[in-house]
C-alpha cells in the first residue's frame, strides 16, 4: 500500500502574530513555520500503518519555512520518500490552492491512501483533506483518531464526534483521510538521527505545477481580536496569589 | 442570467434522535442574514425517521427532509452527495454549517465539488451590498480574518457558540418539503459499521462541581500529581485540553473541548491552558473560571473571570498549602 501524507507548515504560535503593511497578510519577516499538529498525527498514524501492516510513506510538503528540517524529521522517523515542492509564493498558498496542488502533484504519485491532518490553525477558505478529496471525488473521512486496514482494498476508521462519541466506518480505497489524532503521540526522534538522515538521504524537488485557483475568497483585512472583557488580573508572588485565589474560593463558597 | 440567489440553508446536525445545540445557533443567524437577503431560510434535515425532529426546526421557513435508510449514519461522502444534489435544484445563496466534526466534512467537500467559495470557522456573517463578509477565527483565536466571498453560493462553517440559541427557537411550524433521494448514493463508498461509546469505569467529569484542568503547561506526565493532589484538595477532580490526552497522559474521558467534554462545574481551575477555541468551547460556560499561564496574552484570560500570570509549578504548592490551611481553620 502506497500512502502520501500532505505536510503543512504553520505559522509558530509560540512567536507574536504580526500583521504587514498591507493589512491582508502576516508579516513573514518575524514569522516561524512548524509542522502542522495534526499533519504531525497524520505522519504518525502513516507510519503505524507501515509498521503493523507493510506500507510505503511518501511525504509531501510545500517549500515554505523549515519544510525541509520538517521532511528530515519525516524520513528520520521512517517515512520512504519525501517530495518538496518548490516555487511557492512567499506570502504561501490558500488552503484551496494548496489543495489544487496535492492534486496535480498526485497524478504522479501512486497512492492508496491520503492522510492529512483534518485542519490547520492558518484555515480560512477550506480544510485541505476535505477539499482535495472533493477534488478527486475520492471518498472522505475527517476528523479520526485512527485508521486501520480492513482487508483488501478498505480501511477502518474512528471518527469522532463530540462527548466522547466514535463512529467506525469502513472506506473504500483510494481514499483522503483528515486525521484529528493518531492512536499514539508521534514518535520521537533524537537530533543526532536527522542531523545523519540528512547526510544519507535525499528530498525529491519538484517545481509546483501553475494552478489556477478562483477560491473566490478575497481577504479583506487581518485583524487582533479584542477581547470584550478580560479576566481580573491578580498580582503578587506566587504566595500572595495562593492567598488571593484561595479567598475568592472561600468566599464562593467552594471550599469545603 | 438566473435569478439572484437569495435563501440560506442550514444543515441540521443531529445524533441518535437529538438535533444539536449548535443548529439553532446557526438557525437564529440564519433568519437574520435571511431577513438582510430578503429570502427564505431553509433547514436541510437528512437521516432516517427523522421528520419528528422538523417540529422542532420552526425558525426557517421549511424543512427540506431526505429520509433513507442508507443515510440513517452520518457519512461524510453520503451526506455531501445528498446535499449537492439539493443545492444545485435549490440554489441557495448560503449553505452554513458548525464547524463541526460534521460540519466540517461536509463543508469542505461539498464547496469543493460544486466549486464555491468557503470560508471556515466564522465568528460573525454580514451581508454588504449582496456580498457575504464573514470574519475567520483563526491561529487558535489570535488572528481574525474577514473575507468577502464572490460567487453565487457560499458555503461557511460558523464556531459553535458564537450565535445566541434562543433566537433559532420557534414554536411557528415549518412547511416540510420530502424531496426524493439523488441516484448519487449508489457510489458511496463508506459505511458505518457501528457507534463506540467513551469508555465507562472512569469518572464522568460533566458532573463534578470542581475541575482542576491542565494543558500543554504540565509539560510532562510526571507531573501530573501535583496537580491532581490540588484536585482532590479542593474536593474535585482533574481534566485536561486535548494535547494532554494525545500525549497519552490522561485519558479521553477528561478531555474538555470540542471532541471531548462540555463542562459547566462550580469552579473550572484552568492551569497551563492558553485557551485555543476548540477548548473554550468545552468550558466556556463555568460558573468560575480561575486562569493560571505564563503567556499574559492567552487567549484563556479572555473568557476567565480571573488571571494570574505565572509558573503554575509555583504557584501549586503555596495554593495547596494556603487551602489546607484555611480548610484546618474553618
Known amino acids: ?256 | 442570467m438566473s435569478a439572484a440567489r437569495l435563501d440560506v440553508w442550514i444543515f441540521v446536525e443531529h445524533l441518535r434522535g437529538v438535533v444539536a445545540g449548535h443548529t439553532y445557533e446557526l438557525l437564529g443567524k440564519g433568519r437574520e442574514i435571511a431577513g438582510t437577503l430578503g429570502g427564505h431560510l431553509t433547514a436541510v434535515l437528512i437521516g432516517n425517521q427523522v421528520q419528528t425532529l422538523a417540529p422542532t426546526l420552526g425558525a426557517a421557513d421549511s424543512v427540506l427532509c431526505v429520509e433513507d435508510e442508507r443515510v440513517a449514519e452520518f457519512t461524510p461522502t453520503g451526506y455531501a452527495a445528498v446535499l449537492r444534489a439539493l443545492v444545485e435544484q435549490g440554489a441557495p445563496r448560503l449553505i452554513l454549517f458548525g464547524a463541526t466534526s460534521m460540519g466540517i466534512d461536509l463543508a469542505s467537500l461539498l464547496a469543493s465539488t460544486l466549486g464555491f467559495p468557503l470560508i471556515v470557522n466564522c465568528k460573525e456573517i454580514a451581508i454588504e451590498d449582496g456580498q457575504v463578509i464573514a470574519t475567520s477565527q483563526m491561529c487558535g483565536g489570535k488572528l481574525l480574518c474577514e473575507a468577502e466571498a464572490s460567487g453565487e453560493s457560499v458555503v461557511l462553517t460558523v464556531v459553535p457558540g458564537v450565535f445566541p440559541t434562543q433566537k433559532g427557537i420557534s414554536d411557528h411550524a415549518p412547511t416540510v418539503e420530502s424531496p426524493s433521494l439523488p441516484a448519487l448514493l449508489e457510489d458511496v463508498r463508506v459505511r458505518v459499521t457501528r457507534l463506540i461509546e467513551p469508555e465507562p469505569g472512569d469518572i464522568d467529569i460533566t458532573k463534578v462541581p470542581i475541575l482542576v484542568a491542565v494543558g500543554r503547561g504540565i509539560q510532562r506526565k510526571e507531573n501530573l500529581p501535583v496537580a491532581e493532589d490540588l484536585a482532590r484538595l479542593l474536593g474535585g477532580t482533574i481534566c485536561s485540553s486535548r494535547p494532554v490526552v494525545d500525549q497519552g497522559w490522561l485519558p479521553v474521558s477528561r478531555q474538555v473541548g470540542k471532541s471531548g467534554m462540555t463542562v459547566k462545574p462550580k469552579l473550572y481551575l484552568a492551569l497551563g491552558i492558553s485557551g485555543a477555541p476548540e477548548h473554550l468551547e468545552g468550558m466556556k460556560e463555568a460558573e468560575l473560571i480561575i486562569a493560571v499561564n505564563l503567556d499574559p496574552k492567552a487567549p484563556i484570560f479572555d473568557i476567565a473571570d480571573y488571571g494570574a500570570v505565572v509558573d503554575l509549578f509555583e504557584l501549586l504548592p503555596p495554593l495547596a498549602a494556603e487551602a489546607e490551611k484555611r480548610r484546618a481553620v474553618r
Open chain 1, 1 to 256: 500500500m502506497n500512502i502520501a501524507v500532505l505536510l503543512n507548515m504553520v505559522p509558530d504560535l509560540v512567536e507574536e502574530l504580526e500583521i504587514d503593511a498591507s493589512g491582508v497578510a502576516l508579516d513573514t519577516q518575524w514569522l516561524r513555520y512548524v509542522l502542522s499538529e495534526s499533519d504531525d498525527h497524520a505522519l504518525e498514524q502513516a507510519l503505524l500503518l507501515k509498521d503493523r501492516r507493510g506500507a510505503r510513506v511518501i511525504v509531501l510538503a510545500l517549500d515554505r519555512g523549515d519544510a525541509d528540517e520538517a521532511m528530515y524529521a519525516a524520513l528520520a522517523r521512517g517515512a520512504d520518500e519525501a517530495i518538496k515542492l518548490s516555487g511557492i509564493p512567499e506570502q504561501g498558498l490558500g488552503k484551496r490552492a494548496t489543495a489544487t496542488l496535492f492534486k496535480e502533484v498526485l497524478r504522479e504519485v501512486p497512492t492508496d491512501l491520503v492522510l492529512s491532518g483534518v485542519q490547520a490553525i492558518d484555515d480560512m477558505d477550506g480544510h485541505v483533506p476535505g477539499l482535495l478529496a472533493g477534488l478527486l471525488s475520492l471518498p472522505y473521512v475527517g476528523v479520526t483518531r485512527s485508521v486501520d486496514v480492513a482487508g483488501e482494498g478498505k480501511v477502518v476508521v474512528h471518527k469522532e464526534y463530540p462527548g466522547g462519541l466514535v463512529a467506525e466506518m469502513e472506506v473504500d480505497l483510494p481514499a483522503v483521510i483528515g486525521v484529528l489524532s493518531a492512536p499514539q503521540p508521534p514518535r520521537y526522534v533524537p537530533v543526532a538521527r536527522i542531523r545523519e538522515t540528512k547526510k544519507t538521504r535525499a528530498i525529491a524537488e519538484r517545481q509546483a505545477p501553475p494552478v489556477d485557483v478562483q477560491a473566490g475568497v478575497l481577504v479583506r483585512r487581518l485583524l487582533k481580536p479584542e477581547p470584550a472583557e478580560r479576566a481580573e488580573m491578580l498580582n503578587g508572588s506566587p504566595e500572595d496569589l495562593a492567598r488571593q485565589i484561595v479567598t475568592i474560593l472561600e468566599d464562593r463558597g467552594l471550599l469545603r
